[in-house]
């Protein structure tokens, strides 16, 4: 293994924006004869599942990093890709720091903490640094991060989709082989119409809902132990069942 050697200075190049060291030319997503890219599987890893929310700030990457732990509790060897690349949160949540080292093949080997093995923009440059990227250089960056890291076998990939439907969204779902996805939401109106969105994208994308979280759903007073529907009680029961 080597150090990887990080700097977007000398690697901002719109064809490996993470500066991976290449003996020949690129790799480029495969594609079709007409229609949509080809989807293809993450190497070494058995089953994909995307978290999503399409709404930010309710609690996604948490739940994207419990599942995670869940299954590597249950014996399953498992891992979570951060694929935000503006706001990468999987680093704090597993307490995880540093650049990634790099195989002999010249892909990077994941962080490791808890027993499950993590990938984030937010290892790769300074956790104050912003990432000022166009979006042909995102995506790239996204294909580097799904395909040039050296997961060492896996059962499980936990996918930490950024909020919205967007462009990361729509080549993780068009380019990636998904087993399911688990949609995250709020139980106020605010943030279900965006995660009746979500689930709408996935369903367009033939990917399979394994199921809707609601989070932040009750508040429980450290006082007098009371329980508090602050957002409300029902409503990813009530909107999920309609879709």
């Not at 993590?118 to 799904?146: C, D, I, T």
């Not at 990361?168 to 949609?183: E, H, P, R, S």
């Not at 939401?185 to 605010?190: A, C, R």
Request: glycine residues 10%; aromatic residues 4%; proline residues 7%.
């Amino acid at each position: 293994m080597r150090i990887r050697l990080f700097s977007t200075a000398r690697y901002l190049k719109h064809e490996n924006p993470l500066g991976l060291p290449r003996s020949n030319a690129p790799p480029q997503m495969p594609r079709m004869q007409r229609g949509l890219p080809e989807k293809r599987s993450i190497e070494d890893v058995r089953k994909v599942i995307a978290v999503s929310s399409a709404k930010g700030g309710v609690g996604k990457s948490t739940i994207a990093v419990n599942l995670a732990l869940c299954f590597a509790r249950m014996g399953y060897r498992s891992g979570v890709l951060d694929t935000d690349i503006f706001g990468p949160s999987i680093p704090t949540l597993l307490n995880l720091r540093g650049e990634p080292r790099l195989s002999s093949e010249n892909r990077l080997i994941p962080l490791s903490n808890y027993g499950v093995k993590s990938m984030s923009m937010g290892y790769l440059v300074h956790e104050e640094a912003p990432v000022v990227w166009r979006g042909l250089l995102v995506m790239k960056a996204l294909q580097q991060l799904l395909h040039d890291v050296d997961w060492g076998g896996l059962d499980i990939l936990v996918l930490d989709l950024p909020p919205g439907t967007g462009d990361t969204q729509l080549t993780i779902t068009q380019q990636v082989k998904l087993d399911g996805a688990v949609i995250v939401s709020t139980p106020q109106d605010i943030a279900l119409k965006d995660a009746v969105k979500g689930i709408k994208m996935f369903e367009k994308v033939n990917v399979p809902i394994l199921g809707m979280v609601q989070n932040m759903s009750i508040f429980i007073c450290p006082h007098c132990k009371q329980a508090t529907h602050i957002f409300g009680s029902d409503g990813v029961s009530r909107d999920g069942a309609s879709e």
